[in-house]
């Protein structure tokens, strides 16, 4: 089986959970992308009817439409049955790290919103600790003096050694490096921690939000209530 395998059995698990009429988070990444395909297609065969969903990005938007699903918002609906999304990381705790598709705040909104939110991940997401897989741990800042937002990350995370923090840039294409700019017009600086990150979790998310140019960062800390895993053995589901 290969990754990709994976996450559609993960992502399948997940669409079996949802019943006709329910309001669905609709997440962002490529392992939710199996989700919304499968719920356009019972959709489309009569077997759910009446769903609405509330897109997590202007990408999961776009697809969600393609796929026939109606889509509405947090406006209309404040409180979401069930939310259906990837993650880059999962802790034992279920704690998460997400917004490598740098779609983290309106994730961390309709997710904070939602009854049960169900993570999908293949296998490979499974850390001992987060930040423990060296990738980055996001944080969305606003644009206007990111430099000295990012010098104050970066201070606090000054004694743990090996960190360090990047705006996340891309190539436009002239190829020339340009600053990544989110739906809600914000920039990302992501954070990387050779070792994980130490400390109370929650600590370290408040200490990261108490500066005044962070808007978010992408510690989902205590948000899922179940997991669904797809391995090479077989699949997981485990409830917080
Ligand atoms: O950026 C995000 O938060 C995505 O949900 C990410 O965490 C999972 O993306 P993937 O399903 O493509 O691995």
Same mark, same amino acid.
């Given at each position: 089986?290969?990754?990709?395998?994976?996450?559609?059995?993960?992502?399948?698990?997940?669409?079996?959970?949802?019943?006709?009429?329910?309001?669905?988070?609709?997440?962002?990444?490529?392992?939710?992308?199996?989700?919304?395909?499968?719920?356009?297609?019972?959709?489309?065969?009569? &077997?759910?009817?009446?769903? #609405? /969903? !509330? *897109?997590? $990005?202007?990408?999961? =938007? &776009?697809?969600?439409?393609? #796929? /026939? !699903? *109606?889509? $509405?918002?947090?406006? =209309?609906?404040?409180?979401?049955?069930?939310? !259906?999304?990837?993650?880059?990381?999962?802790?034992?705790?279920?704690?998460?790290?997400?917004?490598?598709?740098?779609?983290?705040?309106?994730?961390?909104?309709?997710?904070?919103?939602?009854?049960?939110?169900?993570?999908?991940?293949?296998?490979?997401?499974?850390?001992?600790?987060?930040?423990?897989?060296?990738?980055?741990?996001?944080?969305?800042?606003?644009?206007?003096?990111?430099?000295?937002?990012?010098?104050?990350?970066?201070?606090?995370?000054?004694?743990?050694?090996?960190?360090?923090?990047?705006?996340?840039?891309?190539?436009?294409?002239?190829?020339?490096?340009?600053?990544?700019?989110?739906?809600?017009?914000?920039?990302?600086?992501?954070?990387?921690?050779?070792?994980?990150?130490?400390?109370?979790?929650?600590?370290?998310?408040?200490?990261?939000?108490?500066?005044?140019?962070?808007?978010?960062?992408?510690?989902?800390?205590?948000?899922?209530?179940?997991?669904?895993?797809?391995?090479?053995?077989?699949?997981?589901?485990?409830?917080?």
């Amino acid at each position: 089986l290969s990754q990709d395998d994976l996450k559609r059995i993960a992502a399948h698990r997940a669409v079996d959970l949802v019943e006709s009429g329910m309001v669905l988070g609709l997440g962002t990444g490529s392992t939710t992308a199996h989700a919304l395909d499968r719920l356009g297609d019972l959709r489309r065969r009569g &077997a759910l009817r009446d769903i #609405v /969903g !509330i *897109p997590t $990005s202007l990408k999961t =938007a &776009a697809h969600a439409t393609a #796929v /026939g !699903i *109606p889509l $509405s918002d947090l406006d =209309a609906h404040p409180v979401v049955d069930l939310s !259906i999304d990837g993650a880059d990381e999962v802790d034992p705790a279920l704690n998460l790290v997400k917004g490598r598709g740098g779609s983290l705040l309106r994730e961390k909104m309709i997710e904070g919103a939602s009854r049960r939110f169900v993570v999908i991940v293949d296998e490979s997401k499974l850390v001992t600790c987060l930040g423990g897989s060296g990738l980055a741990v996001p944080v969305e800042v606003v644009p206007f003096c990111w430099k000295y937002t990012l010098g104050q990350l970066e201070r606090l995370f000054d004694n743990d050694s090996g960190f360090y923090a990047k705006l996340r840039t891309f190539s436009d294409k002239e190829g020339v490096e340009m600053p990544f700019v989110t739906d809600n017009s914000n920039y990302i600086i992501d954070l990387y921690f050779e070792k994980g990150i130490g400390g109370d979790l929650d600590v370290v998310s408040d200490s990261i939000l108490r500066f005044p140019g962070v808007v978010e960062h992408g510690m989902f800390l205590g948000m899922a209530t179940s997991v669904i895993v797809a391995g090479k053995n077989g699949v997981t589901v485990t409830m917080k």
